[in-house]
């Protein structure tokens, strides 16, 4: 039970409605569109969930290993810092996660065609690259840019692709929102743990813009990303009852207050699990939305 306990930790189960959310927006997109397959479904989520178990896995034992994970650091602990796992067997674990990404890139290929494999592998290099390779970028103020792109953009657009191999203009005008969202998980992660973190040398966004600034951009992320749904569904630019996702906002109101306090440290954990909360709420009112017909 250690043992399992151990991994559990290390896949950073608070993470993963991140990977399920752009599954969960396209699926919904491609049943409005009398396109959905729920083989597609299965395997798009088998595939986003893999590559987010396996991008945590991966910075885990790069951040142990570049020396950013010490004992100041105030998120959830590091299996590969603290020695409870080896750096060996992370990465082995790492390598078998993309696999079954790749398992379930080659399964889609079968409905949507080959540039199922090409979105796969450019989503599994932004992983590795994230804090790992020559050249990081989430040490390089980078970071927010390529989830809102990864975890937005790519991910909300090929989530819906994979059903029928189209990429209509609603997917890629809510995947804004989502990208939104998840990058303002980023940022009050990265807004937590600004201290120890530049103290390691890692300048994450939050690093070099300061925190007021950094709150500032908390707060324009989230209630922007409501803006957006609000406009796009009355501009009937996208489904219209994708607007009910915007009854969300509320629950995401919370953790803006909180950051806007000046809250530091440990307390912005609790706004941390309610950002990732607020934008799983939303993504799966996106996707009733779009099966809706009004």
Request: proline share 5%; glycine share 10%.
């Amino acid at each position: 039970m250690a043992r399992f306990q151990s991994w559990k930790t290390a896949a950073r189960p608070h993470t993963l409605p991140a990977a399920v959310v752009p599954v969960l927006v396209g699926g919904g997109l491609a049943y409005g569109d009398e396109a959905f397959r729920w083989d597609a479904l299965v395997w798009a989520l088998i595939g986003a969930l893999s590559i987010q178990i396996g991008a945590n896995f991966a910075n885990d034992a790069s951040d142990a290993h570049r020396g950013a994970d010490t004992a100041e650091r105030l998120g959830p602990p590091r299996m590969v810092a603290l020695g409870v796992i080896q750096p060996s067997r992370m990465w082995a674990a790492t390598w078998a996660a993309i696999a079954i990404a790749a398992a379930a890139g080659v399964a889609l290929t079968s409905i949507a065609g080959p540039w199922v494999l090409v979105i796969g592998a450019a989503s599994v290099l932004a992983m590795l690259g994230y804090v790992g390779g020559p050249i990081p970028y989430g040490y390089r103020g980078l970071g927010e840019v390529f989830v809102f792109v990864f975890f937005g953009l790519v991910a909300t657009v090929g989530s819906r692709f994979v059903h029928d191999g189209n990429t209509p203009r609603s997917a890629w005008l809510l995947a804004v929102p989502v990208g939104l969202l998840v990058t303002a998980i980023l940022v009050v992660n990265n807004l937590r743990d600004i201290g120890s973190d530049e103290a390691a040398g890692k300048r994450t966004l939050a690093v070099v813009m300061g925190a007021a600034p950094t709150r500032r951009l908390f707060t324009i992320l989230v209630y922007g990303a409501y803006l957006v749904i609000a406009v796009l569904a009355i501009a009937a630019l996208t489904p219209r009852a994708t607007a009910l996702a915007v009854l969300v906002a509320p629950m995401a109101a919370a953790p803006v207050r909180t950051v806007n306090t000046g809250a530091e440290g440990a307390d912005l954990i609790g706004a941390l699990k309610l950002t990732a909360r607020a934008h799983l709420w939303t993504g799966a009112m996106l996707a009733i939305g779009a099966v809706v017909t009004l």
